[in-house]
């Protein structure tokens, strides 16, 4: 109903489209597939300044969904999964900028002294630079593997620490991994979080679901400009709605907000290929076997993209 709503409504508005950016860790060579140099980072944060991209807390965005109001143009959140200490390499240039940033605490590594883990103490310490403490489980499990009782205890177990660390309960959760399904979101959304976060590359705007929400990952030389083009794609995904038991595709179906008759479909270590759209419904014949056990679905219609993971359990 309300994927109906919006597409009659956005015939006549037009919706503004936020981004969150996925940092890992900073200015740390060793692991050049989660690592952004400083170099970089700071190109990143003029680029942002220069085009006049107001960088939010990630709190501004999810409380403007949950209020249902539209998001308004050119907001910008950070977010930083993990609490690797390498984001001290990076904390002048985010002073410098003065932009909010919110830190997904993996919080095993940090209640047993990781050494490539920040401390609660400097975690605390980052709150007076605009910085929010967030949640990213306790072991950093695959989510989708555990029963609905350990993942329970893993939420139960990391919040009780967290809280005692901390002094408050997190707002946000991220997926470790970015896994997920359907039961892993339900659970997490026990837990009272007001906005959830994936990692799949993407827009948010007012048809975003506040449970997954995409953030586009920045790593390397990341291209920022290309990063923020994209838009919200609002789809309804009818299939696959999880990773199918026998590891068969069978096809794609979704509804789509939209009149165009073609779009672009990727999928993991299948690839990309042009598909048609009729009357609103992409209805693509896959007939193949996955062989990633987490794999992205995109769809693409110009800058407009939407992505489903599926995740084998
Ligand atoms: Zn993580």
């Keep these: 109903m309300k994927f109906l709503l919006l597409f009659c409504v956005s015939a006549f508005y037009l919706f503004a489209d936020a981004h969150i950016l996925i940092y890992h860790r900073f200015n740390d060579d060793r692991y050049p597939s989660t690592n952004t140099p400083n170099s970089e980072l700071k190109k990143q944060f003029t680029y942002l300044k220069d085009n006049n991209y107001t960088v939010v807390p990630l709190k501004a965005i999810a409380d403007k969904l949950n209020a249902n109001e539209s998001i308004p143009d050119k907001w910008v959140a950070i977010a930083i999964d993990d609490g690797y200490k390498s984001f001290l390499n990076a904390l002048e240039i985010f002073k410098e ?130 990063l923020l083009s994209f838009e919200t794609l609002q789809v309804e995904w009818q299939e696959p709605k999880s990773f199918p038991k026998d590891s068969n595709l069978t096809k794609v179906n979704v509804k789509i907000a939209s009149n165009a008759t073609k779009a672009k479909l990727y999928i993991t270590d299948i690839g990309w290929r042009d598909i048609d759209i009729k009357d609103g419904i992409i209805d693509e014949n896959i007939g193949q076997k996955l062989t990633s056990k987490r794999t992205r679905i995109i769809l693409k219609l110009g800058n407009k993209t939407s992505t489903k993971i599926i995740v084998k359990d």
């Design 97 to 226: 900028f003065e932009y909010p940033f919110s830190i997904f605490v993996y919080v095993q590594a940090t209640e047993q002294n990781y050494p490539d883990f920040m401390t609660w103490k400097e975690l605390k310490s980052l709150e007076e630079f605009n910085g929010s403490l967030e949640f990213h489980s306790y072991a950093h499990p695959h989510s989708t593997k555990l029963d609905k009782e350990n993942l329970r205890k893993d939420f139960e177990k990391g919040l009780e620490i967290f809280k005692k660390r901390v002094g408050y309960m997190p707002n946000f959760y991220s997926y470790p991994y970015g896994e997920f399904n359907e039961n892993v979101k339900d659970i997490a959304k026990e837990f009272g979080f007001s906005a959830i976060l994936n990692q799949n590359n993407g827009a948010v705007d007012s048809s975003s679901d506040v449970y997954d929400l995409d953030r586009l990952a920045v790593v390397g030389k990341s291209n920022l400009k290309t």
